[in-house]
């Protein structure tokens, strides 16, 4: 029986992989959906102390306490960066790292690092003048690439600030340290032609996917995405 973790990102909650969750349990695997510290149904541990770090713990202490083993840990935008960290400290655990639209750092690298000057100027602004100079105000429907009214209304309601730091901190492993698990990386392309250039992402990894959906795919097209996650197992 295959096990996945789901990492949601930024502004989420575990509830966004509801309905991702209905089509994988139909195959009877087991499923973790944690929710990072500060966000979802954790909100009320949101400050400015928390930090990368905090959510890469977050999930070490779901493989460590559940005693997980061979199971898939999917990292969905922002938790890109979080994956990355816990597949380092717990390799052993893992039977791939999958990469849903998300950063994927080398050692040193911070979420800005991965995304360009360009992001990085827009989510200052949001902070410095919607944030109180340390949260992430949710970004707009249209960045999640959700569309629908029945998506948008689901989603967006349920959606909190982000801490700014997490943002900024780089991810670190021990040096000559390898991730030797297998990893993939699943590209949501929205309504562009398969097919085109790689996402910036995906260099070095040769597992490469494309979902024709928006950057939110366990929203928008979890039946798709159910399917290729099983696949890959």
């Known amino acids: 029986m295959t096990g996945y973790v789901l990492v949601h990102g930024a502004w989420h909650g575990g509830w966004c992989w509801e ?21 979802g149904d954790r909100a009320d541990l949101l400050s400015p102390d928390v930090s990368l770090q905090t ?7 779901v493989l460590e306490d559940q005693d997980l083993r061979d199971v898939v ?8 960066m979080v994956v990355t960290g816990a597949a380092a400290r717990a390799t052993q655990r893992l039977a791939r790292l999958v990469y849903l639209d998300a950063v994927v750092p080398g050692d040193g690298q911070s979420l800005f690092d991965c995304s360009g000057p360009k992001f990085r100027s827009w989510i200052d602004e949001q902070v410095g003048t919607r944030g109180e100079g ?30 700014y730091r997490t943002f900024r901190d780089p991810v670190h492993w021990q040096a000559g340290q ?17 097919g085109g250039a790689r ?10 996917h494309e979902l024709a959906t928006g950057h939110d795919a366990m929203v928008t097209a979890p ?6 996650l099983r696949h890959l197992s």
Not at 223 to 228: Q, S
Request: glycine share 8%; net charge negative; aromatic share 8%.
């Open 19 to 39: 309905r991702l969750r209905e089509q994988l349990a139909r195959h009877g695997a087991r499923i973790y959906t944690p929710t990072l510290t500060g966000l």
């Open 55 to 61: 959510h890469i713990d977050d999930i070490v202490e």
């Open 73 to 80: 840990l999917v990292g969905h935008s922002y938790a890109g």
């Open 134 to 163: 340390w949260r992430i105000p949710p970004a707009p429907p249209e960045f999640l690439g959700l569309s629908e009214s029945a998506d948008v209304n689901w989603v967006m309601p349920r959606l909190v600030p982000h801490p």
């Open 178 to 194: 390898e991730i030797a698990v297998p990893r993939t990386y699943i590209n949501c392309i929205g309504s562009k032609p398969r």
């Open 199 to 208: 996402s910036a992402q995906a260099e070095g990894i040769d597992d490469y």
């Open 223 to 228: 039946g798709e995405l159910a399917e290729l």
